[in-house]
């Protein structure tokens, strides 16, 4: 049957770089309560499509749904104070600033500004020891990595978009990120993740959307649609 109303939501999606397509008609729901997962090999359009939904890019076709409304034409910052927030795929903290003031302005900008979702994020993501008082630069992926998750969810976003939140992650931080991203989707919030690493997805992901040249072609609970669309086969 139909799944939950979806929160975010691709509707025929079209983008082309020059005479290349590089989003051919792209379609998904993101709902609240689930992982949703776009995987797929490099140059399928992943990264591209989280671009559209985050709005650092404009199609050149198709719409963006949010809680039914048209934000296709909303920038990237009006989306982020509905309720969008996202991660980097290259990190981006602010080097000079404390893990805790990286935090505080992702809750600035977001749809709350609530220092007590700040402690909260700072917590959930296991930054609220004395790392907190440590400016950004020098301090590990993983650690990083946390940083800008908790940025993130620190705006009480409704969606969570996240694009390959483990590279660079050890198997134990990957199991961790894991067990927190399932938090944040049993908590109620919509998350979508594009993802390498498809160990992670086939624990975490309730829908997986499987991408190559710029089209959805394959959708399903993980189990059978990662083996059925060769998926794992395209693993890096
Ligand atoms: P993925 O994230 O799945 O690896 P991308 O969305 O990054 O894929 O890229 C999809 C295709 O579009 C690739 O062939 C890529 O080379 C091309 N592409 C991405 N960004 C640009 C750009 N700014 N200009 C031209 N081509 C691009
Ligand atoms: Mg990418």
């Known amino acids: 049957g139909p799944g939950p109303h979806p929160v975010l939501a691709a509707r025929g999606l079209r983008v082309r770089y020059g005479g290349f397509t590089a989003l ?7 709902a609240a309560g689930r ?62 600033l404390t893990v805790a003031e990286n935090v505080r302005i992702g809750a600035e900008h977001g749809r709350i500004a609530d220092p007590a ?5 700072l917590r959930l993501f296991g930054l609220d020891g004395p790392v907190r008082t440590l400016p950004a630069a020098g301090l590990p992926t993983g ?9 993130a969810f620190a705006g009480a ?37 594009v993802e390498h690493d498809l160990d992670l997805v086939a624990g975490l992901a309730d829908v997986v959307h499987v991408m190559a040249a710029g089209r959805v072609v394959a959708s399903g609970p993980p189990g059978g649609v990662l083996d059925a669309a060769g998926a794992r086969e395209v693993r890096p």
């Open 24 to 30: 051919d008609g792209v379609g998904l729901d993101v």
């Open 35 to 96: 992982v949703t997962a776009v995987v797929g090999p490099n140059g399928a359009g992943k990264s591209t499509l989280f671009h559209c939904l985050a709005g650092t890019l404009r199609p050149a076709g198709g719409r963006v749904l949010f809680d039914g409304w048209d934000v296709t034409r909303l920038p990237a910052h009006a989306r982020t104070r509905l309720g969008i927030a996202r991660t980097f795929q290259q990190l981006a903290v602010f080097p000079t």
């Open 117 to 121: 979702a700040v402690e909260r994020a």
């Open 143 to 151: 650690t990083l990595r946390r940083v800008e998750l908790a940025r």
């Open 157 to 193: 976003p409704r969606v969570l978009l996240l694009d390959e939140p483990a590279a660079g992650l050890d198997t134990a931080e990957v199991a961790a990120l894991a067990r927190v991203l399932r938090a944040l989707a049993a908590d109620g919030t919509a998350l979508l993740v």
